[in-house]
């Protein structure tokens, strides 16, 4: 089944304490992108990769890392967490970063840092 | 700068009756447009996709979109709603920029 997963699916943890989010896919999609989903404001677009070792900002980088070293994984760095980085995280990918690309959705994952 | 606004955090309707929940965009060029529904614990899942061509898309599940260029709109419809359609319900936009912009969201709650 074509998907996209990530882990974990809920997450508590400490201010300053590192964490990583992983997300993976099975479809051999080139492009990959972590967005956060906060109430009122939608969802904003963290970072991106259009292919391996090819990262870029998106609208909200600060306080987040990514890494594409390999082309199905596009793990989510948290350095050190801050409470304003509470939010449900969702990692996307589709075939390439052409605009008329269809991005497919992971479930989610709720992180709420103390 | 690329802004979607979605003027109605909330939408009610009737089993049965047609629904509508707004969009509009702002891009720089041709824009590109989707709309995304969200159910609960869920990630989004794509419904359709506005790229060129015919201004009526149709979707899935029954839903249809029409893009207005003159008003910049891309309004999501359907003739008739099923309780199963309710859900949140996002538009988003691609200009000259790979970077989607979404809107923020439209509770869509069909009664029985």
């Known amino acids: 089944e074509a998907q996209v997963t990530q882990n ?5 943890t400490v201010t300053g304490k590192k964490l990583t989010v992983t997300c993976s896919q099975n479809m051999n999609h080139e492009y990959m992108s972590w967005y956060r989903q906060d109430p009122g404001l939608g969802l904003r677009q963290i970072y991106y990769s259009m292919n391996v ?14 890494s594409r070293k390999e082309k199905r994984n596009f793990p989510l760095i948290l ?10 995280y969702f990692c996307a990918s589709s075939l390439g ?16 840092v103390l | 700068a690329q802004s979607v606004a979605q003027p109605e955090d909330q939408v ?3 089993e049965g009756n047609p629904l509508t929940v707004k969009c509009t965009y702002s891009v720089s ?3 590109y447009l989707f709309w ?4 609960p614990n869920r990630g989004l899942q794509f ?6 061509g015919d201004n009526l898309v149709k979707g899935s599940y029954g839903f249809e979109a029409e893009f207005n260029k003159s008003q910049t709109s891309f309004h999501l419809k359907k003739p008739s709603a099923l309780v199963s359609d309710s859900a949140l319900y996002f538009c988003a936009a691609k200009g000259g920029s790979y970077i989607p912009t979404f809107g923020r969201g439209t509770s869509l709650i069909v009664h029985p």
Do not use: C, H, W
């Open chain 1, 8 to 12: 974990p699916r809920y997450l508590i």
């Open chain 1, 53 to 66: 070792e090819v990262t870029d900002k998106g609208d909200v980088p600060e306080g987040y890392k990514v």
């Open chain 2, 36 to 39: 995304y529904v969200q159910y």
């Open chain 2, 29 to 31: 060029g041709n824009p």
């Open chain 2, 12 to 14: 009610n309707v009737a």
């Open chain 2, 47 to 52: 419904l359709l996709k506005y790229i060129t």
């Open chain 1, 79 to 88: 350095e050190s967490p801050s409470p304003n980085q509470t939010s449900l």
């Open chain 1, 97 to 112: 970063a052409d605009f008329m690309e269809t991005q497919y959705f992971g479930p989610g994952t709720r992180l709420l």
